[in-house]
């Protein structure tokens, strides 16, 4: 996969080694200094704040990578087009800043009677969201030009290491509690700054534009696909913060940190999928845009392969130390009760990594419009699943809500691609990659329980990843994978 291979494995090393950062952080600091409605607070915060970014930033994120092959020059200059990404994002906020106030009454009202506290701090959500929306932006940019690693480092490791420095103040009373959600805040405005001064490094950060660049036909096109796909990403933006704002509003925000550390260890799984899918992206849209339609679908059974095999060992290794990891924590007892929560989104997530890479294929192909009423058809399943089962199941109804949608709208999903441009993730080590996971589930259960939890999960882990590990190697799954340890035992050898 060439440079895809290259940033993709650079990428994902820094996605876990932040990952390693935020697990201690989250499983052992946050867990023992913050209570469950503080983390519910946090958590409600910044979901809202990228919530509302999506508005803001008008689509800008995702057609800078369908449009940015047709400004791309060799001056580097590239017809202005960070001016363009710079600008789109706040004419974007100074349209949103009125509703933010005339909104203020409705959604403060929806959440006051069990999630005072972010009611409280719902001015925040403002600044908050500007941040965030820069962030992105930024990375973005660095992403088209091929670098994806110094803004997965500042995103992954920087944010984890300054969030856990405002953890511990707050929890050794150096500040109080607004003091901590202005931390909380500042943190994304630094991590916005080095974003900022790592682009202007890299490449042309001017302002100035190249306006006779954009001919009519053009700026129809632009504006055409914008606004179909920010449709797109509102609605995907619904459906996957849904959950979380009904969640406190309805059970309250103590429910909603119960929900978050759920949240948190699955998300561990789908951490190969942010770098696979930042590099993999531009590729697809420029070879969607020279229709060539083989080697888009050829990535996409790459990329559909090598996430479900990544996650899915992730999330195998995840669900049999689950009950270790809630024994060693902090407060486990109380956070157990997002067991389920793992599970059930934990599936989900398997499923978006596998076939989500199908929706970025149809996003920069010429039926992106398709996306305005996939994004309708989810939203409404999102709603009505929701709103039946938190009441019924509480926090597990709304991890089965999530599921619930992702297969069906998954399934629709895929046949639109296979219809529209002939992508097909499934191969024959797709099927033989499932069978092995529930083999190796199936091995797990034979293994004896051992009372201390931190032997038992570490005993589990290593039989289960060096079986999984010789079986992948042999049965030879992913070609990627057997030549890069061929590569690495001929240096060992030598």
């Known amino acids: 996969m060439g440079i895809i291979a290259r940033q993709s494995l650079k990428g994902t090393i820094v996605n876990y080694i932040g990952a390693f950062i935020g697990f201690i952080s989250t499983m052992f600091i946050v867990t023992r200094f913050l209570s469950s409605e503080e983390i519910g607070l946090t958590r409600v915060l910044f979901e809202a704040a990228t919530f509302i970014g999506t508005f803001a930033q008008l689509g800008i994120t995702s057609s800078a990578i369908r449009f940015f092959p047709s400004f791309k020059s060799k001056d580097g200059n590239n017809h202005g087009f960070f001016f363009y990404m710079m600008m789109v994002p706040l004419v974007g906020c100074l349209i949103f800043l009125p509703f933010f106030g005339l909104l203020q009454d409705v959604i403060c009202d929806y959440f006051k009677e069990n999630s005072s506290l972010f009611v409280d701090y719902y001015d925040w959500l403002l600044p908050l969201m500007f941040f965030v929306v820069y962030l992105g932006v930024f990375e973005t940019y660095a992403n088209l030009l091929m670098r994806i690693v110094i803004p997965k480092v500042i995103r992954e490791i920087v944010i984890r290491l300054l969030l856990i420095v405002v953890y511990l103040l707050y929890a050794f009373h150096v500040i109080n509690l607004t003091g901590f959600v202005t931390g909380y805040v500042a943190v994304y405005g630094v991590a916005m700054l080095c974003n900022f001064f790592y682009v202007s490094k890299i490449g042309s950060v001017t302002l100035k534009h190249d306006s006779s660049f954009i001919n009519k036909d053009l700026r129809k096109d632009i504006l055409k696909y914008t606004l179909f796909l920010m449709i797109g990403v509102i609605g995907g933006s619904i459906t996957s913060r849904l959950d979380i704002f009904m969640v406190s509003a309805e059970l309250g925000l103590n429910y909603a940190g119960i929900y978050s550390i759920a949240f948190y260890m699955v998300a561990i799984i789908d951490i190969p999928s942010r770098s696979i ?82 929706y970025t294929l149809i996003s920069f192909s010429k039926y992106y419009y398709w996306g305005l009423y996939f994004t309708f058809f989810i939203t409404l399943i999102t709603i009505l699943t929701n709103q039946w089962l938190i009441p019924i199941l509480g926090i597990s109804g709304a991890a089965i809500a999530t599921l619930l949608t992702c297969v069906i709208s998954h399934a629709v999903q895929q046949w639109l691609v296979f219809v529209k441009v002939k992508g097909n993730p499934y191969t024959k080590n797709t099927f033989k990659l499932i069978l092995l996971l529930i083999l190796l589930y199936g091995v797990n259960c034979l293994l004896p329980q051992v009372d201390n939890p931190w032997f038992d999960g570490i005993y589990r882990t290593l039989i289960i990843c060096l079986m999984g590990g010789i079986a992948v190697y042999f049965s030879r799954l992913s070609e990627e994978i057997t030549n890069l340890v061929n590569q690495v035992l001929k240096i060992k050898v030598k």
């Not at 930042?278 to 990535?299: H, T």
């Not at 990329?303 to 479900?308: F, G, K, M, P, S």
């Not at 902090?330 to 059930?344: H, R, S």
């Open 277 to 358: 899918t930042a590099i993999s992206s531009p590729v697809a849209a420029d070879a969607l845009r020279a229709g060539e339609f083989e080697r888009a679908n050829d990535l996409y059974k790459k990329v559909a392969l090598h996430q479900l095999l990544i996650g899915g060992f992730i999330f195998l290794i995840l669900w049999i130390n689950i009950d270790n990891i809630f024994a060693i924590i902090p407060q486990g007892d109380i956070y157990k009760e997002g067991k389920w929560v793992v599970f059930y989104i934990g599936l989900s997530r398997l499923i978006i990594m596998f076939l989500g890479f199908g």
